[in-house]
């Protein structure tokens, strides 16, 4: 045997006598080497700063023990102009969706979601993201982003206590948990609340770089809640027997929206049984919620549903009842016309835009939706 055959045979055995035995967390996808993994969060106008900014500094103040960044975070949005995100400061995205940035870790925080849902470019490269990356982190009621693409469906997920009712909307079959402030089922991560994407980043640097470099970030951050402090943390965060892993502790219950509860009377005992509740729920509602039980408000939450909820017939059925419980409310009628429509009721659509125009004959939402309730099935609006 040569010499230098004999130290390659060395270096091999060498390097199965010293290679890492893997754990559950390896298993699962933990970095074991130094390299740096690419972290982009998304930008969107109105987005909750600290669902951002939170696990942004987590992961960019991460270092191995020789002082090394282990990630590189990069924040994304539709165009590289400034959005300026809840409570008034700019932020400035440094990728834009054109260039197709790609990243190991996806960042979607909550605040504005709408902003994104309504944005397909957006939308559509945070979808072709979240399928790739390694790991995807949504915080507050950015779960409802990824309801929207349909991949939390027969998940258990963390959201912010007011985002509960709405996501079981937009996301009916994922499982909302109320006591976890973050939920991990493989690829994806949901956190709840704001600064719980704090909790489910540091998570994450644990899967991917390992207890001690989550411990170094936690510590420098002065983040004192942080599990992996506990010497009970290894336990505390056991896959269940699905392989789901959550951080429990969380006490905040979920917001009683009274339009989800009259949303669920309308669905399971009819619009008359609804209308029959709806002075009483009406009086039980206060502030934001009292306006979404009225009439324009009822109208905002049909339009919401249909917008973004997964059933439109759920939407359809809410704009019934707003007829029913407010007849000469003209809007309500152009809004259920509009969604019979887009459902393939021409019919019931155009009788409802007559009813519209008999109130206000000078409506011009329900004008132009006359036009197209009566243009041919195949033709053109003059």
Known sequence: ???TRARRLLFLTLCLVVAPIPTAAT????DTTAEVTRVAVVLFPGVELLDAAGPAEVFARTRDEQGTPLFDVSWVGSARTPVESIGGLGLVPRKDVAENPTADVLV???GAVEAAMDDPRLMKWIADQARAARLVLSVCNGASILGR???LDGLDVATHHDNVALLKFIAPAAQCRMDAKFVDTGRIV???GISAGIDGALHAVWRLKGRDAARRVATYIEYDPFVGFRDDAE???APDPRGVVSLRGRV???KPWTIVRLVETIRSDGIEAALARYPSL???ATGDDRLMMEEHGLAMSGSWLLRYGRDPAVAIDLMRFTVAAYPEFVQGYVNLARALLANGDRASAEAHCRRALAMAPEDSDAQKLLIECTAEQTGKPD
């Not at 298993?27 to 933990?30: I, K, Q, T």
């Open 27 to 30: 298993a699962r996808g933990s």
């Open 190 to 192: 949901t956190a709840a």
């Open 149 to 151: 693409l349909q991949l």
């Open 235 to 237: 336990a505390l965060l």
């Open 252 to 254: 905040h219950p979920a």
């Open 1 to 3: 045997m040569t010499t």
């Open 282 to 284: 009406l009086e039980e």
């Open 108 to 110: 979607i925080p909550g």
